[in-house]
Every structure is written in C-alpha cells, then in structure tokens.
C-alpha cells in the first residue's frame, strides 16, 4: 500500500507539472501574440528585401517581442494572483478550478524573475549590439545580388556579426566585473571582501534582480507623479469634448479656406525656394490635422460629447483622489504601527483569506488602482523631458528605439509589484501558499518569492 501511495503521488505531482506548463505556455503565447502585433504597428516598414540587415532587424524584432510578452505578464501577474485567490475563497471545492492553485501561481512569479533577468541582462543588450554590430574585419565575406539591379557587394555574414556581439557582451561584462571589484576595494579593503566576489553566480546574481526593482521604483515614484496630473490632457486629447457655444461649422470653413490659401501659395512657389516650402509643408500638415480633429468632433453623436467625456473626467479624479488616500493611510500605518512594515508582516497566501475587507468589490478595486498606476506611470516616463525621444511613432520606429523602449518597460514593470506592496496597495504574500504543499519548496536561487 506504502509503494502505491507513493507512486499515485509520483503521477499526481507529474501531471501537476505538465498541467501547469501547459498553462504558463498557452499564457505566454498569446502575450507574445499581442506583444508582436504591438511592436509590428510602430516599426519602421522596411523593403521585403532578404539580405543581411532585414535577418538581423528580424532577430532583433523577436528578441524585442519577447522582452515585451514578459512585461506584460509581469504587470498581469498581480492582478490575476489577486483574482485567483478570490476566486479560490468563492469557490474552494470546485472541480473546474482545481488548476488553479499556489503552485501555479508561485510558478508563474518564478518564471517572471528569471524571464525578466534574461531579457535585461541578456536578450536586450544582445538585441541592441547585434543590430549595431557590422561584424570583425578579415571575416569571410558573402557576395549578395540585388533582385532589381546588378549589384555586387561584399557585406558581413551573420556568423561576424554573431562574433562581434558575444565578445561585446562578455567585454561589457568583464568591464562591469571589474568597477565592481575596484569599487569594492576602495571602500573596503579587505581579503574577505575581495573573495566574497567570487560567490558571484550563488549570492550576487540572485539578487541584482532586486537592484533592478530598485532602480525601477525610483523611476516609478519619479514618473508616476507626472503621469496622474498628465492623465487628465492625455484623455482630454483622445476623447471628444463637448460643444458648449462652439459653431463647429464655422469653425471648419475657416480651416479649409486657410488650408486652401496655403496651397495656393505651395502651388505658386518655385521650387528653388526650398525652405519657404518646408515651412509652407510643415503649416499645411498643421492645419489638417486641426481640421481632422474638427471634423470628428462634428461627427461624434450627443451621447459620446455629453455623456462620456464628463464620466471619463470624473472616473479618473475618484481613481487618482482614491489612490492618494490610500497611500497616505499606508504612510500613516507606518509612521504609527512597526508591524505594518512590508518585511514585518505575513499576509495571507493564495486562497486563506480575503484581502480586502469589502471582498471581492475591493479586490477589483485594488485591481483598478494597479492598472491605472501602471498607466499613469507609463504616461509620466513619456512625459519626462530626457524621455521625449522614446515616444514611439507608427510605422515610423527604429529598432533601435523600440528596443529602448521595450527595456524602459520592463524596468518599469519589474518594479510595479514592489511599489503596490510598498505603497499599500495590496497585502498579497507568495511565500505561505499552504494550500498546495508544493509551494512551500524554495525557489532555484534558494529563498523563497514573496511580494
């Protein structure tokens, strides 16, 4: 009985695993999906042409993609951790949702910080150097053949181009290494600080992910500020505001008499003058662009004008004046009660308890407010004056750019989970999962996820 007990646990544990990596892959997939068609609507269109460059834009573009996908599922993670453990508290002996346990979800938090440490120290700088890379001279070179037209050249092959970015990379990592070492050594000089440098993969890599959550939040407690008070213009220029004492007809005739003045003038400028036309161009664009956003205010109906502007309006005032309470109560909590710390509590695990005290309904508020602080700080790093280079354009993107951003995003991402437990948005622990008693096993790098 002893040895089929232990092989029904073998099987069970089995299939548990299979089960849950076959929903981390399915999850993942259609990320990646999305995060492709993301990526594909602001990158540049280049020719279809298959030579060197398009391969290498092409490799750059998957890595990029990936690096996305994780993004997303780090930001999706904490809102559907928070939903699961509803859902478990609502329905605890249910058949259907069985699947849905601590060891998936720990999982899934697992896969996050170690896909998240591969793309930032890893997929994206070799993204970016293989795309700038031309490849070591000396190398076998390959002769390539335009379709259209004669044309012989001599470019570098992929193998080069490979060469030259690994030795980029372990150069970068060596030169990292070594201000590492040499600051370590100025502050504390020190043989056993010199040899603690050599635990290098067992204590320090596990925790410059950490590092990185750092650096994140202080980007995040810099941007999300100018995101909640940028929010308000960013809605006002999306949506249709309403017409009160505006003749919007008038106000389009004018437009296109002045539009037609301007091209009147292009038509009779000669073109030797090259820079009263560009500014003529640049004038013209302007205009119709103000006509377009005329004509879909005419065009919009009564209820889009009246009824939806005011409700966006008013719902972001109640998300921002809600989340600016609750960070000052949790700014209060700390101040008066040490308990409340993040390390000096243990809040429930998935499917122990509720974490709201309104259940459910204040679930999907903690839900709401996460979102709408992810957005506003993706909406306040845009706005930051050294950042107004990274806006993304459609179909008009470099890779290179697109590779900036994806970084800037995951950075941001990494850290939004440790900012909503730090501001009190959430009470959600990972690391008392006793539902399911694998979750009680340690992590690869040895101690155990815990927001």
């Known amino acids: 009985m002893e040895g089929q007990d232990e092989v029904s646990a073998r099987e069970q544990h089995f299939h548990s695993q299979v089960r849950e990596s076959t929903i981390c892959f399915l999850l993942f997939a259609v990320l990646y999906i ?37 993004s997303a599922g780090a930001v999706l993670l904490l809102p559907f951790s928070i939903i699961s453990n509803e859902i478990l508290l609502s329905f605890p002996q249910n058949y259907y949702i069985q699947w849905l346990n601590g060891s998936l979800i720990h ?14 120290f890893v997929l994206m ?16 070179r390959t002769k390539v053949k335009g379709e259209n037209q004669l044309e012989e050249g001599y470019n570098k092959g992929i193998r080069a181009r490979i060469l030259e970015t690994l030795v980029m990379l372990i150069l970068l990592a060596l030169l990292i290494l070594g201000i590492v070492w040499v600051a370590l050594a100025l502050i504390d000089n020190d043989a056993a600080s010199m040899e603690s440098l ?3 993969w067992d ?5 410059l992910y950490s590092c990185i959550s750092l650096m994140g939040c202080l980007l ?7 995101g909640l008070s940028r929010m308000f213009t960013v809605m006002g220029q999306l949506l249709v505001k309403p017409t009160i004492l505006e003749d919007l007809d008038e106000q389009i005739y004018i437009i296109t008499l002045e539009e037609e003045a301007i091209q009147r003038r292009l038509n009779g400028l000669s073109s030797s003058v090259e820079h009263n036309i560009t500014e003529l161009e640049q004038e013209l664009d302007n205009v119709k662009t103000l006509k377009t956003k005329l004509e879909r205010r005419k065009k919009a109906s009564a209820w889009e004008r009246n009824l939806v502007y005011p409700a966006v309006m008013v719902l972001l005032l109640i998300e921002t004046s809600i989340s600016v309470l609750l960070v000052a109560c949790n700014i209060l909590c700390l101040l008066v009660d040490e308990t409340a710390m993040p390390k000096g509590t243990r809040g429930p695990g998935i499917g122990n308890a509720s974490l709201s005290a309104f259940g459910f309904v204040g679930a999907a508020l903690e839900i709401i407010l996460i979102f709408y602080l992810m957005v506003s700080s993706v909406v306040g790093f845009y706005s930051l004056r050294f950042f107004g280079n990274f806006i993304p354009k459609k179909d008009d993107t470099t890779m290179t750019k697109i590779i900036g951003n994806c970084v800037s995003i995951l ?20 690391s008392d999962t006793s539902r399911d008693p694998e979750t009680t096993k340690p992590s690869a790098n040895g101690h155990q996820k815990a927001l």
């Open 203 to 207: 204590f320090y890599l596990p925790y």
């Open 220 to 226: 995040l407690l810099l941007c999300t500020p100018v």
């Open 411 to 430: 950075v941001l991402s990494s850290a939004l989970p440790v900012m909503s437990r730090t501001l009190g948005l959430h009470k959600l622990h990972l």
């Open 125 to 140: 700088p070799f993204a970016f150097f293989f795309l700038e890379s031309e490849g070591f001279a000396g190398l076998k």
């Open 107 to 120: 999982g899934l938090w697992n896969l996050a910080s170690l896909f998240s440490n591969l793309c930032l």
């Open 34 to 70: 999305v995060s492709y068609f993301i990526i594909t609507r602001y990158k540049r269109k280049s020719d279809e042409q298959e030579d060197e460059d398009a391969i290498v834009n092409r490799i750059s573009l998957f890595l990029s993609t990936f690096t996305l996908a994780v």
């Open 198 to 200: 050599y635990d290098l």
